[in-house]
């Protein structure tokens, strides 16, 4: 599985959109995006996933370049609550699905 | 749904002890996980079964056994039992794209 970069840590003030960049430049053809969190030692929450277009759900936008070797996910109006570390793994999902999870990016959203 | 169980939420061991960290899914989801996670850093896989009677080895499976009888239930059992192996567990299960988490279990070694 390709290898992911994310820097450690961010800020983000409440209300405001939260960008949070991830590399994997050395993506393969049939791998996934996959974008979790974890808040304070909870188990990890999926957030979204993409291959090669743009996704959006309730809890965020997922933009993927066109040569895939970057991505952001982007949590429109960050809350408080929003505060945890996320990670962004690539994955070639299927029977071979094993999420490889790095140290990720603490987010802080601050008042 | 209940979701991904897992007992115990929290447990002190001494060395050389043995136990087993249960978990349980009410999804019907085949794929489960074992991940551990030590201060600070991400998860690491430990044990993954595709179905009743597969299981596979991740990461790190020294020191553990797993055993995968049910769709339902894939507990992760510990043989004595060292302080490296002080970490919070998580059991988690997948459905077709999206993992479930369980809430972790706490292991101290002493």
């Known amino acids: 599985d390709a290898k992911t970069t994310q820097p450690p840590s961010m800020d983000c003030a409440e209300g405001r959109a939260a960008n949070l960049p991830c590399n994997h430049s050395?993506?393969?053809?049939?791998?996934?995006v996959y974008w979790y969190r974890q808040i304070h030692s909870q188990g990890p929450q999926y957030i979204i996933h993409?291959?090669?277009n743009n996704e959006t759900n309730e809890m965020a936008s997922l933009i993927i370049t066109e040569d895939r070797k970057s991505s952001t996910l982007i949590l429109p109006h960050a809350t408080l609550r929003d505060t945890a570390v996320y990670y962004c793994?690539?994955?070639?999902?299927?029977?071979?699905?094993?999420?490889?999870f790095g140290k990720g990016t603490l987010l802080t959203v601050n008042p | 749904n209940a979701g991904v169980t897992q007992t115990p939420k929290f447990r002190i061991l001494k060395i050389g002890q043995s136990m087993t960290l249960q978990c349980t899914q009410d999804?019907?989801?085949?794929?489960m996980y074992w991940y551990r996670q030590d201060p600070g850093m991400g998860l690491k896989l430990i044990y993954y079964?595709?179905?009743?009677?597969?299981?596979d080895k991740g990461e790190v499976p020294n020191g553990y056994n797993v055993s995968r009888s049910t769709t339902e239930d894939f507990p992760l059992r510990l043989e004595l039992a060292a302080p490296s192996q002080t970490s919070v567990y998580f059991c988690?299960?997948?459905?077709?794209?999206?993992?479930?988490f369980g809430p972790g279990t706490r292991l101290t070694v002493t």
């Open positions: 793994i690539v994955d070639s999902g299927g029977s071979n699905y094993k999420l490889t």
């Open positions: 050395t993506i393969s053809g049939n791998e996934y």
């Open positions: 993409g291959l090669k």
């Open positions: 999804m019907n989801h085949n794929y």
């Open positions: 079964s595709v179905g009743a009677g597969i299981t």
């Open positions: 988690a299960s997948i459905d077709s794209y999206e993992q479930y």
